[in-house]
């Protein structure tokens, strides 16, 4: 069936240093792919995404490219700061976009200053 | 605030009971989604619901139910209550009955004890 793995965490960064998550997925069809963050006693929020292959999903600094080769979404920020600690979850819908999101288990960010 | 309200924040029962989580969609929103978070299975997709009917289930257990109102929220109800059901219980929706995006509620805290 359809999956999502992601680098496991946590992952420890001081401020201003560069991140990347990886993420690779399995998935029928054409997947659209997700990144969205939880914060701390929230819900999870879209961060970003991207619906087909070679498109680059970003929003405040976070980008992702669709690698349809490599089945990858990996998330990277050129200068991490501590607002951005939190648990990031990589997602995929099958099937352009038809089917229920599909989580990686996530990988939780703690950047220190 | 998402738009998504979730009620209630927390809930604690003891075993064998049974209890009912609501979710109330983001105005607009006709599909409902119901996630399951635990620090060792991460998000498992539950069901989703369309305008009132049951469109996807995943890996929903047969103690557990669900379903949509015609004024769009949603009730999961969860019985016979095991120790292993204590998780985070996420609500979701979205404009459309595809995965294009969603918004999250910010849970239902449920301890079995």
């Known amino acids: 069936g359809d999956s999502v793995t992601q680098m496991e965490g946590p992952v420890t960064l001081s401020e201003e240093a560069f991140l990347t998550i990886n993420c690779t997925y399995t998935?029928?069809?054409?997947?659209?792919l997700f990144w969205y963050v939880q914060y701390p006693g929230e819900g999870l929020q879209l961060l970003l995404k991207a619906t087909k292959a070679d498109d680059k999903g970003s929003n405040k600094g976070f980008e992702a490219t669709y690698r349809k080769e490599t089945t990858s979404f990996h998330l990277e920020k050129g200068s991490v700061q501590v607002s951005d600690s939190a648990v990031y979850f990589c997602?995929?819908?099958?099937?352009?976009?038809?089917?229920?999101?599909?989580f990686g288990k996530g990988t939780r960010l703690s950047v220190i200053a | 605030d998402s738009g998504v309200t979730q009620t209630p924040k927390h809930l604690i029962t003891a075993t064998g009971q049974r209890v009912t989580l609501r979710c109330s969609p983001r105005?607009?929103?006709?599909?409902v989604y119901w996630y399951q978070q635990s620090l060792d299975q991460g998000l498992q997709f539950l069901i989703q619901?369309?305008?009132?009917?049951?469109?996807a289930k995943g890996n929903i257990l047969e103690r557990f139910s669900a379903q949509q109102f015609p004024d769009l929220h949603s009730e999961l109800n969860l019985s016979s209550l095991e120790l292993g059901d204590s998780a985070l219980y996420f609500c979701?929706?979205?404009?459309?009955?595809?995965?294009?995006?969603?918004?999250f509620g910010s849970g239902t805290r449920l301890t079995v004890v």
């Open positions: 998935a029928t069809g054409y997947p659209s």
């Open positions: 619901y369309y305008n009132g009917e049951e469109r």
């Open positions: 979701a929706s979205s404009v459309s009955r595809t995965g294009s995006g969603y918004t």
């Open positions: 105005s607009g929103d006709l599909s």
């Open positions: 997602a995929l819908s099958a099937n352009s976009g038809n089917t229920p999101l599909v």
